[in-house]
């Protein structure tokens, strides 16, 4: 059974900073690709940061460029974003969410964390 458990959230002031990390249990880690999600109060998730299988290649949305950070830790299950210079926009629940190698879509989700910034 796949679970992938986030943990790291918490309220921060604007300007501060949280580690994300989600903990992977269940699937072959290194062979997938693991992502963060956000989904704000009333309105769709929305992608934030993506890394590869070895952690060679990294992608994020432009809001969080400079200021989140994905990395990701093979021998122990784990990816992390870590998140500075954080705006009260970033509020919001985040979802740690495993894609296969062949695969287009997410196969696995976590329960997600929440962060919430105040300004």
């Known amino acids: 059974q796949v679970q992938l458990v986030e943990s790291g959230g918490g309220l921060v002031q604007a300007g501060g900073s949280l580690s994300l990390s989600c903990a992977a249990s269940g699937l072959t880690f290194s062979t997938y690709n693991m992502a963060w999600f956000r989904q704000a109060p009333g309105k769709e998730r929305e992608f934030v940061a993506e890394?590869?299988?070895?952690?060679?290649?990294?992608y994020s949305v432009e809001s969080v460029k400079g200021r989140f950070t994905i990395s990701r830790d093979n021998a122990k299950n784990t990816v992390l974003l870590q998140m500075n210079s954080l705006k009260s926009e970033d509020t919001a629940v985040y979802y740690c969410?495993?894609?296969?190698?062949?695969?287009?879509?997410?196969?696995?989700w976590g329960q997600g964390t929440q962060v919430t910034v105040s300004s």
């Open positions: 969410a495993a894609r296969g190698r062949f695969q287009s879509q997410y196969n696995y």
């Open positions: 890394i590869s299988r070895t952690g060679g290649s990294r």
